[in-house]
């Protein structure tokens, strides 16, 4: 067995060959950079245009919501970088080019989401540390040693959150030939992360809090650096929401592979 | 104890009964009507160290399934199944290290890589130490001239350059056992002798495991000494190869495409050649394919020429050509009992 110090070494030893390979596409790199620099863009874009009219969201600046957006561009960002393979998931079940994944002494999964590294996720990530800054200087946020801390902690929960309804979502593929709805409907209730989570109604709420938590990629934890008296109890425990969800959509992806039987050949 | 042991092994597959029409589609969404599929019932053999086995038979015979359960992948069914001493599906990690795969035309090697950095980072996964990479390289290097290729990306190989490298990459960490599916699909001769002279190398040289299935029967002729024959997911035929050489060997089928071809110039065709050559000396005559005629016969029997003469005499032919017997037909003449 390896040790995780091992994993580690080797995603480098890949990833730096990766990086080097799609270093020679340069106009494939520097388009998909673009284009994610300006969906960011837009949604920012978004938030100004909604408080140009109305004088806040729920009871939230402007400014708010842009701490809330750079925490979300935080924490989508490793999900985006090192996760980035699960969308190819049902080509490769379908085709049967999943099968090369059984054959290497390796975890499946590790080696699996190393053969892609998304270089345009780090423009998200850089962007995200850019407008968190910004952020807090205009707000004020006086950042102690312990903030920073739980700063890391949330950000890291909320990664977690994130990369397992992905990932969950992508195993659809073992099971429905089809699969493309599930994950595409995961990737669209990630735009609800942002968003206070006071202006959904009850149902919505429920569903964001506790069944789907997407309230913990963003909301949650932001609101522990904005507004720490009205935070919710629940966000202390977003380490173990990550690490169980984490689990849980590791669970899946065993199942599936488990359950794999390929196509002919 | 044998490497590979495999004793009445067993992999059921469930299929829903699908039904037909709109409606149907709708009421399979809840129909409980599955049928079972026996992809491989009751198979078992031992593979021993250093033997080149050649597992062949027609599509969906079972081949797959096997070699599937052989590397990790499914779980039979019921059965033993050892590779090493151990439960393959339950050890896939500890397997895999002492295991090359090779399937078919889909590369293992990082696509957008050159090939050497591929086999530095299957040197990280595999930790094969300096030394022994070093060596695995010169071997390679010798056998196919791999050093040529070191910096060419994968994604730029011709398809018998990355078969060449997919195979040496398979042997890179010493594994005790290969397997090799169709490793020489869609190759032309050339790279074939190369890719087969390559294989029988790395046999020998590190005493490994190989385990091939493949449709061309000259890769069976020219790599295996034993065979397994696989039908319908139950084994036909194991052992010397040489027993069923004299079957695939020898026998050739003849096709001519006859002017004015029409249902009764099949049955004068028979005829002649039942008169002329003997009914003892197993001409058989059929149509497969629209215009072609196929005259299969016994080459240690009726000389090519003879049949080729006799036909051209006493029809005008268009066109000719010579096939080697094709697996179907072997599996069939095996089922009629040539191997007695």
Redesign the interface.
Known sequence: MRTLGEYIRLYFIIEAQYIKARMQYRADFIISSIGMFFTSLATLGVFWVILQSVPDVAGWSLMEMVFIYAFFMIAISPMQILFDHAWQLRFHVQEGTFLKYYFRPLNMMFYYMSEIFDLKGLIQLVMGIVLLIYASIQLQIDWTLLKIFLLLITLFSAALVQISIIVAASCAAFWVVESYPVLGLAWKLREFAPYPMSIFDGAFRFMFTFLIPIGFVAFYPSQLFLRPEEVSLLVYFSPIIGIGLFSLAYWIWTKGVNSYTGTGS | MSLIHIENLNKH?KVLNRREGLSGAFRDLFSGDYKTVEAVSGISFDIEAGEIVGYIGP??AGK?TTI?MM?????PTSGVIEVNGLVPYYN???Q??T?G?V??Q?T?L?W??PVI?SF??LR???KVDEKTFKQQMEMFNDLVGLKALHMQ?VRTLSLGQRMLCDIAASFLHNPKVVFL??PTIGLDISVKAKIRSLIKRLNTEHKTTIILTTHDLGDVEALCTRIIIIDKGKILYDGDIKKVNALFGAYRTLKVQIDNFNESTLQTLQEKIVNHFGVDKNLTVAQTEEFWTDITFDQALTPLSDVLNFVMKNFSVLDVRIVEISMENVVQKVYDGALG
């Open positions: 597959f599509n969906g797959s599937k590397t990790g992948i499914l779980q896939r990690i500890r895999a290290q295991m795969v399937f078919g889909r293992q990082w957008d890589l950095e530095k980072i990280e996964i595999y990306q599916d169709e």
